[in-house]
């Protein structure tokens, strides 16, 4: 190990929980001392629970074996394999999610035979014997079995023994999202089985977790949007499980409820007026139910929330003279599982009259390759990158080694000023004006001489971008760009934004080369 990758492990480790640490030796070492019979054969009692599903999922299921995940069609000739995983672990885990049982069109016949090939193979499985993929399949086999009153005695035996392994697997080691999703699965577990000792695990998980996972303003720690739709969503079957089936009175489901209204609020605050997310972090399009899907479920569970100020999620979201600007001014994710960060402190996305028009590049993989880097890294945001350096050591991945802090942030009503110290002494600050009829973008950074880049990425609506010098003119929707401070032309060149994984789209993105101060005055170009 070179010094180099030496300093990156203990930038890594450091922030690790010792809980974390621990868990990683105990599973380590417990299951290579001890080994386990999970799979039993008995006939575990059931209850007979009221569920109708709210939210439709997405077909990815087609008729003849055929799947559809990740923009990633297959079609399974001679039997399904469980263990596919020529196109990556994601796609695997997603066949193991077995989510289609809930999409509208799949009968119940056609479910029951999918559950019955999986069951068949159940001595083969690889991945989809990882408490993630339990914990999602749990779930929809409950929601599957509850929609269509169906007992049936192998799929039950099946289902306790996968919550057997959960329940002496929990993702301590990982913490994050993973934990959450055990804990909303393990809900449904202890309901369909009226297991008490899943029950009390599902119930300090949950109370535990999203005490510490939803931060005051309302959002999930790991700051992704799009996994906050998801446990938002996982949160609203919970509540909506609870109150169809009646059987704790412990103060649990009005909690939940709250949790609830306080994610509510957030993501209202931070959708677009076109009902899209912003692509920050890790976020790709047509994962997640929309933020109006969620909405119209909250409604339907008598839940009712209120407008928010944004506030230590580090993200912030002005709407004047019909440009939306949703920037962030925090902190990387939460330091022991930021996972799912991205080095892109002082990112923006902007929408004029609720059309996208610099965004972030987005999600595509999570394949630990070239483009999952370069989709992390500084370059592929909105922001500033001094030299060749990054702002966060983002790598391996899911990796974060030395990550930048905010060190200053001063608000106003249309005035957001901040500073981070990613570069260590050399300070980046960028302030966001919204006082004029226009959006100034300042960019200023301190001890440092060399040369600074600042970099705009268009959505690939914008086709047309003319530049005149330093003038760069938008003509679709009508939006000049005006660079002060810098004597070097800005550059205009090909990119990719990520519209989904596995789908990218070819765009233009700016790179503004500058020298410790530079002015972006965005406008509206008046006809």
Known sequence: MGIKNFFLYVNTIRYLKIKQIYYRLFYLIRDKTFKRNYFKKDSPKCASLFWNNRYAHQNTYFDNDTFVFLNQKKHFQNGINWNFDEYGKLWCYN??????????????????????????????????????????????????????????????????????????????????????????????????????????????????????????????????????????????????????????????????????????????????????????????????????????????????????????????????????IFMDVGKVGPDYQPGHAHSDTFNFELYLDGNPVIVDTGTSTYEKNELRQLERGTAAHNTVKVGNKEQTEVWGGFRVAKRAKIIALEEGENLLTASHNGYGRIVHQRQFDFSGEQLLITDTVKNYAGECHAFLHFHPSIGNVEQIQNRVILRGPSIEILFEGTEILAKSVRCEIAMGFNKRESSIKLLIGFKERLTTNIRRIRK
């Not at 193979?121 to 929601?143: A, M, T, V």
């Not at 976020?283 to 928010?308: Q, T």
């Open 95 to 324: 066949l193991n999610y077995f989510e289609f049982l809930n999409q509208e069109e799949i009968s119940r016949e056609e479910g029951l035979r999918l559950i019955a090939d999986y069951i068949n193979q159940c001595s083969s499985l690889q991945d989809g014997l990882e408490p993630y993929p339990i914990s999602l399949r749990g779930i929809n086999w409950i929601k599957f079995l509850s929609t269509h009153n169906l007992r049936e005695s192998s799929i039950n035996e099946t289902l306790n023994n996968h919550y057997r392994i959960l329940f002496d697997n929990i993702e301590y080691h990982l913490m994050g999202n993973h934990l959450l999703e055990n804990g909303f699965s393990l809900f449904f577990g202890a309901y369909y089985f009226k297991n008490n000792s899943f029950y009390r695990k599902a119930k300090k998980i949950l109370i535990n977790e999203l005490s510490e996972q939803i931060t005051e303003d309302g959002a999930h720690f790991e700051l992704s949007p799009m996994y906050h739709q998801i446990l938002l969503f996982r949160l609203l079957d919970c509540i909506h499980l609870a109150q169809l089936n009646p059987w704790k009175s412990d103060g649990l489901l009005p909690f939940m409820e709250d949790m609830a209204i306080k994610m509510l609020s957030w993501l209202q605050a931070i959708t677009f007026s076109n009902g899209s997310i912003p692509m920050v972090n890790d976020c790709a399009y047509g994962i997640a139910p929309s933020s109006r899907n969620l909405f119209d479920y909250a409604i339907d569970l008598d839940l009712v929330w209120n407008k928010i100020k944004l506030s230590d999620s580090g993200y912030r979201r002005f709407h004047k003279n019909g440009f939306e």
